[in-house]
């Protein structure tokens, strides 16, 4: 009897432990959100009205510079990413108009990933085990469709200042740009780290300073690749330059809202740790709530900083308030 | 305040204080940046479709893997082939003691003509590194054959003693056994230690493809063929071994009769989301249960840091082996991160 007491509390031991493992214990493995316990939102709570009025006198002369690449079939995609899009015109038959002013229309059907072209990635796209953005459990918060937890509809405004920073500019002053060949116009190759000095560098180039809510946008060069889509998909695709790990905390402590550039992760790849997958993400996104933008068309802008010697601009960018996504395709214009 | 007029001793005191701390801080800063090393990393060969070390891994693989550890170490790297040719491993040693290298690393298999560059770096005071075979008495990072090959027996005996209790099992060892150079006949002497760990008297057949691994198919074909109710444990000594072991298998009908544990974890079996692989979270019914890994693809990584160790005048054990390690389904995502998600 007493032995078949300790078995079935050895058990019970066994299986509580058991239990104990399937879920981790977010606070050993995300930091809390600067925000408080229920913050959703992330770091775009740092666009303030004030932030955004002080981001309005960006705007000079009413230039606009698109800052996003087409969403079109044949653009790189990433592994079993895709989109397609299915027209129906079938009020154009013949006769199939309607009323006496014989209206006509046409909708589309559209299959995609979100995280496809020019992108945001939001608080619910990157974690660690389980767990998200302030120390959230992931697993308790997704259903078959969506996450019910840290969707993209609990982002505010990202309605702030943007700043360029030129690295080919960079790279070609400091005499160590070795572009890839297959960039048309000048780029920093595959692998390339960016460091904080080159930052820095970039910031120093137009006497820009940082300040809490800016968005910072890295022109690398490398999405002149993604511009001759679909002939060099495959390069493209194959690896990047990017920040490292030193660069992402240097960004959190200059308390930015997004970091964009015009590849495919922001971050370098191959990372400078073969054993570590997309680290920069974990600092940025699931630390820290700073979005990630992808694919960013950065070339226009850089020339325009180039042209003027301003590398600052209104951010303009629209995100659906899309239930549950965890990231979506976005429009971006600079505004000067 | 005239620049000739003399300060107040209060702001003298104030000047020298600043003055002094200026000088600190730029002898910290002096101290904090480390100075640049440049090292030379002579290849066994860069041939691109020779393979090394009985792995499916070529020398580019190798000479990447410096390239990308070199990015966030104070290290300009200088690269040599070797070209797998004496003359060539000398003059590379000579070019660069002309270039005045900080530290040389010397991947060649040819013992005279290591002893030969030894003396040549040696006497121009450049530190050597060696890579898979001594050079004279340099420092030795090294895979370890035997070690590996244990590894991969253990995992045979182990899967063995589950789903095959009491019937009748029997060893393989697959691959080009009789290798010169690559030391795979250790590693086949270290998968039988370490199946025999679990079955001490387990029957052990060597099929030697004498380095083609076209010749598999029929090995093995003729050997299952012998054998219609015993259940294998295969000890394949590379990756394309392994998949043309998984073939023969399955086309003799027998892929539920056999096990395969390979030796390497080339990109041929671990891949990424686009490629076609067999070792994959998505596979974990594959008869290739795993592979251990040789991480030729990660030398850089692991042999920068000895070097700059070597540099900076510390102590370095003087045979370094590589940490082998078998890879399944359940942990290669761990140790091969996909980069083609995003």
């Known amino acids: 009897m007493r032995l078949k007491s300790l078995l079935a509390a050895a058990l019970i031991v066994v299986a509580s432990s058991s239990a104990a493992l399937a879920q981790s214990d977010c606070t050993k493995l995300v930091p809390p959100s600067p925000w408080g316990p229920n913050d959703q939102t992330g770091a775009t709570n740092r666009v303030t009205a004030g932030v955004t009025k002080a981001a309005a006198a960006e705007i000079q002369e009413g230039k606009v510079v698109p800052m996003s690449y087409p969403l079109a079939d044949g653009v790189p995609l990433f592994g079993t990413r895709f989109t397609k899009t299915i027209l129906t015109a079938t009020s154009l038959a013949p006769g199939a108009s309607f009323g006496e002013n014989q209206l006509t229309y046409m909708e589309d059907t559209w299959l995609s990933q979100s995280h496809v072209g020019t992108h945001l990635d939001g608080l619910g796209h990157i974690g660690r085990k389980d767990c998200y953005f302030n120390q959230t459990a992931m697993g308790k918060y997704i259903n078959q469709n969506s996450i019910t937890k840290l969707g993209l509809e609990h982002l505010k405004s990202f309605a702030t200042r943007g700043v360029l920073i030129d690295a080919v500019k960079v790279y070609q002053a400091a005499g160590k740009l070795k572009s890839n060949s297959a960039c048309t116009k000048p780029c920093l190759d595959k692998g390339t780290v960016i460091t904080r000095a080159d930052l820095e560098a970039g910031l120093k180039l137009y006497n820009v300073t940082l300040r809490e809510g800016d968005i910072v946008i890295i022109h690398t060069g490398w999405g002149n690749l993604f511009e001759q889509y679909p002939k060099q998909n495959a390069l493209f695709n194959s690896g990047e330059p990017g920040i490292g790990k030193d660069v992402a905390n240097w960004l959190v402590s200059q308390k930015i809202v997004a970091v964009g550039a015009d590849t495919w992760a922001v971050e370098v790849i191959p990372g400078e740790d073969p054993k570590e997958a997309f680290i920069v993400h974990n600092i940025l996104i699931t630390d820290h709530g700073i979005h990630i933008i992808e694919n960013v068309r950065t070339d226009l802008m850089a020339d325009e900083a180039a042209r003027t010697n301003r590398a600052t601009f209104f951010f303009n960018m629209t995100v659906p308030r899309a239930v549950g996504l965890t990231g979506n395709f976005v429009g971006i214009d600079g505004i000067r | ?342």
């Open chain 2, 1 to 342: 305040m005239d620049s000739l007029t003399p300060a107040p001793p209060s702001e003298r005191r104030w000047f020298v204080a600043g003055a002094a701390a200026a000088l600190l801080l730029a002898a910290a800063g002096a101290g904090g940046q480390e100075r640049r090393y440049t090292v030379a990393f002579a290849n066994l060969t860069e041939e691109p479709t020779v393979t090394l070390e009985g792995t499916g891994f070529t020398g580019r693989d190798l000479r990447e893997s410096f390239a990308l550890a070199a990015r966030r170490l104070p290290v300009e790297m200088v690269f040599y082939d070797n070209e797998r040719n004496n003359r060539r491993a000398v003059a590379n040693a000579e070019a660069a003691v002309a270039r005045r290298v900080d530290l040389y690393v010397q991947y060649h298999a040819d013992a005279a003509t290591n002893s030969i560059v030894a003396d040549r770096l040696r006497a121009a005071g450049i530190r050597i590194l060696a890579v898979n075979y001594p050079v004279a008495d340099a420092p030795l990072y090294t895979a370890d054959n035997l070690e590996a090959g244990r590894i991969a027996g253990d995992a045979l005996g182990r899967f063995a003693a589950r789903p095959w209790r009491g019937q009748v099992v029997e060893g393989v060892l697959v691959g080009s056994l009789t290798a010169n150079g690559d030391r795979v006949s250790e590693r086949a002497r270290g998968v039988e230690e370490g199946l025999r760990r679990h079955r001490p008297g387990v029957r052990i057949t060597a099929l030697d493809t004498h380095g083609n691994p076209a010749q598999v198919g029929a090995l093995l074909g003729k050997f299952l063929a012998a054998r219609p109710a015993v259940k294998l444990l295969v000890g394949a000594m590379d990756d394309a071994t392994a998949l043309a072991a998984k073939n023969a298998l399955e086309a003799a009908g027998r892929a539920a009769d056999a096990a395969i544990v390979s030796h390497g974890l080339d990109r041929s079996v671990h891949g990424g989301v686009n490629d076609r692989k067999e070792i994959d979270p998505a596979n974990r019914g594959s008869i290739v249960i795993g592979s251990v890994a040789f991480y030729l693809d990660r030398y850089g990584y692991e042999l920068l840091p000895l070097a700059l160790r070597m540099l900076r005048g510390e102590p370095v054990p003087p045979r370094t082996v590589t940490a082998h390690r078998l890879v399944t389904a359940a942990n290669v995502f761990l140790e091969y991160p996909p980069s083609d998600m995003n």
